[in-house]
Each structure stands twice: as structure tokens, then as C-alpha cells.
């Protein structure tokens, strides 16, 4: 089979699945639609997962708390903090936090990445996993920010998609269950094109080559593998936090 071959094989499988995710909530009910949801949710949490672990061979066990910094984020942002004594009093659409939360996790994995660029294989597996451990007693000691273990509140907030009624797009309507599925798979599904299209550049050719062997890719001319580790480690809790984002609107 020919490369140019396999390509039109790829893109017209793309192009049919997504016709597939568009049509498929007319033919399940509105619980299936909202798990379905989950499902594309949890897709683009593992997008950045795969690029870290699957493809710059570097063990991530603290993706869950970047999915976490990407659902409070999205929470302070639509509702605030003031009814814990917080400084935020929120009042944005949720649908307009989620840039907000990619940029704030992706700042923070950034921010961990450049510490832990000489660590590799085990101990960054650990120091990912320190993060994990870390995370839920951050949240509970920072209560007049996070709303400590009880969280903060979203149901019938009015910044809410869909939260007191149906949601009208180019004249359909959805319900909140069909909102949160399509929305999430709206994203998975352009988070896979990039991620396709960064991973069959130059930059993921490099981190393969990181995977493979730092030390051949060091011989071979590419960047330094700490610099590679470094751009996959602030792009996976980028996706990580979108998926958390989403991931924060309450079941209905």
C-alpha cells in the first residue's frame, strides 16, 4: 500500500466517523447521548496522555489533577469563589472558559516541566505521581478558593449552557445531555486533527526519536530531549484541562 494510498484511506475513515458522531444522537436516547458525551470527554484527556506517554515514551501518573485545574478553573470562572470569602465573582459562559482553562493548566504542566527536565523514565513517573498525591490535600487546604471538599456548586447557574432549558443552535434543539455530547466531541475531534498533524511533523518526529533514544536523538541532531519533553509536558495537561473542563458541567 502506498503512502498516498493509506492517507485517503485515513482521511475518508476520519471523514466517515465523524459523520458517524454527528448522526448517532438521533438514534440513542438522551442518557446514552450524555455517556457518549463522557466518552469524547475522556478522549481528549487521553489525546495529551498519548502524546507524553505513547509518543515521547515519557510515564504520566498525574493527569488527573491537570483534569481537575482545568474543571476549577472553568468553575471560578462561572461562578466565583465570593460565597466562600474568595476574591472572584465569576459570571463567565461556561462555553468561554475553556480556552481559559487549556492556557491555565497548560502554564502550570509547563511550569512543573521545566523543573523536571533532567528527570526521565521513573523518576519523572514519580514526580507526575507526587503531583497526584499533592493535589486533592492542595484543594481541601485552600478552601476559601476551591470550596475545599464540597467543591463548587453548578447546577441551574444561569452561565450554565443548557442548565434551565433546551439549547437553540442554527435552529435545532438540543438538550443540555445532546449539548455536552456534541460539544465534547466537537473538541475531541479537533484535538485529534492537531494532534495528528503536530505528530506527522517535524515535531513529532523528534519525539519519537526522544523515545526511542535520547542519546540518538541528541546524535541525530534533533532538539535536546529535555526541551522535547518539556513542549509534550505542558501539551498534554493543556488537553487534560479541556477534558476537565468539560468534564465539570454536573449530570443531569
Do not use: C
Request: hydrophobic share 50%; net charge positive.
Amino acid at each position: 500500500m502506498t503512502p498516498r494510498l493509506r492517507r485517503t484511506i485515513g482521511f475518508a475513515a476520519f471523514a466517515a466517523f465523524v459523520v458517524f458522531v454527528a448522526v448517532l444522537p438521533a438514534f440513542i436516547s438522551d442518557f446514552k447521548a450524555r455517556e457518549y458525551g463522557y466518552v469524547g470527554i475522556y478522549l481528549i484527556a487521553l489525546l495529551g496522555l498519548n502524546i507524553l506517554t505513547g509518543y515521547t515514551g515519557q510515564i504520566s501518573l498525574g493527569h488527573g489533577a491537570f483534569m481537575a485545574i482545568g474543571g476549577y478553573t472553568t468553575a471560578l470562572l462561572m461562578v466565583g469563589n465570593e460565597q466562600f470569602g474568595g476574591p472572584f465573582a465569576g459570571g463567565l459562559k461556561d462555553i468561554w472558559t475553556l480556552p481559559f482553562a487549556g492556557l491555565v493548566a497548560g502554564l502550570v504542566g509547563l511550569a512543573f516541566g521545566l523543573p523536571a527536565l533532567r528527570l526521565s523514565g521513573l523518576y519523572l513517573a514519580l514526580a507526575t505521581f507526587a503531583i497526584a498525591v499533592a493535589f486533592p490535600s492542595t484543594i481541601r487546604r485552600f478552601e476559601e478558593l476551591t470550596g475545599g471538599g464540597q467543591g463548587i456548586q453548578l447546577f441551574g447557574v444561569p452561565e450554565l449552557t443548557g442548565s434551565s432549558a433546551n439549547v437553540e443552535i442554527l435552529g435545532w434543539s438540543l438538550t443540555p445531555n445532546d449539548w455536552l455530547y456534541y460539544l465534547s466531541w466537537s473538541i475531541a475531534l479537533v484535538a485529534f486533527a492537531a494532534a495528528w498533524l503536530v505528530l506527522r511533523g517535524r515535531t513529532g518526529r523528534a519525539f519519537r526519536a526522544v523515545r526511542d533514544s535520547e542519546i540518538a536523538a541528541v546524535s541525530s541532531g534533533s532538539a535536546s530531549p529535555a526541551t522535547r519533553r518539556s513542549r509534550s509536558a505542558s501539551a498534554r495537561p493543556s488537553r487534560g484541562s479541556r477534558a476537565g473542563s468539560s468534564r465539570s458541567r454536573p449530570r443531569s
